[in-house]
């Protein structure tokens, strides 16, 4: 049974960071390019960043690049998203799951049916 946790998430005053974390089991995790996504209250979901499966290419929204870092562990199944200067638009649920090819697109993997609760970013003004 596939599941997905995140964590890290919490409350932070603009210009703050934050990392969050992505943990995975019953997949092979090394098998998938993976991501991090978001989703503000009344907003649709949308990509916040890709990196492949050996972690040697990431891919960044124009909205986060230079301020977020993805990294990825596959000895320990864990995804990472170092967020620094935060502003208060970076305020969502954040998600973890695999990616789809282009990376560059920062599009959800199809028919992906194992997404975690989310862990909550907010960002005060």
């Known amino acids: 049974q596939v599941q997905v946790v995140e964590s890290g998430g919490g409350l932070v005053q603009a210009g703050g960071s934050l990392t969050l974390a992505c943990t995975t089991s019953g997949l092979t995790f090394d098998d998938y390019a993976m991501g991090w996504f978001r989703q503000a209250p009344g907003k649709e979901r949308e990509g916040v960043s890709c990196?492949?499966?050996?972690?040697?290419?990431?891919y960044y929204a124009e909205s986060v690049r230079g301020r977020f870092t993805i990294s990825r562990d596959n000895a320990k199944n864990t995804l990472h998203l170092q967020m620094n200067s935060l502003k208060p638009e970076d305020t969502a649920m954040y998600y973890c799951?695999?990616?789809?090819?282009?990376?560059?697109?920062?599009?959800?993997?199809?028919?992906?049916?194992?997404w975690g609760q989310g862990t909550q970013v907010t960002v005060s003004s």
């Open positions: 990196i492949n499966w050996y972690g040697s290419s990431a």
């Open positions: 799951a695999p990616c789809r090819a282009p990376y560059s697109e920062l599009q959800g993997k199809s028919g992906w049916g194992y």
